[in-house]
């Protein structure tokens, strides 16, 4: 039913930054608690960042300070900016709904390096 893209990501220097766009069709998505992750090569998903319906962020240790996750609601859209980016912070980055299931999109390529 729902579908979901990503887009947004490239290549850019340590430091730099990029913002990332997921938009999510075929469900009330303004209802849904929606979540930014990323994979590492060989790895699982980890969850970075999601946002509640009411517009609350959170967000894992390491991107906090650096990273603030939005949605507008009437766009269906869920965004990520990412600032002073890492190495580490390179990944195949994926938007999902954190309490319904959905098939993953194909994500977005982030690659940090200089």
């Known amino acids: 039913q729902v579908q979901l893209v990503e887009s947004g990501g490239g290549l850019v220097q340590p430091g730099g930054s990029l913002r990332l766009s997921c938009v999510a069709s075929g469900s009330d998505f303004s209802r849904n608690v929606m979540g930014w992750y990323r994979q590492y090569p060989g790895k699982q998903r980890e969850l970075v960042a999601y946002i509640t319906s009411g517009g609350s962020p959170n967000y894992v240790e390491s991107v906090k300070g650096r990273f603030t996750i939005s949605r507008d609601n009437a766009k269906n859209t869920m965004y990520l900016q990412m600032n002073s980016l890492k190495p580490e912070d390179t990944a195949v980055y994926y938007c999902?709904?954190?309490?319904?299931?959905?098939?993953w999109g194909q994500g977005t390529q982030v690659t940090v390096s200089s």
């Open positions: 999902h709904l954190l309490h319904r299931q959905a098939d």
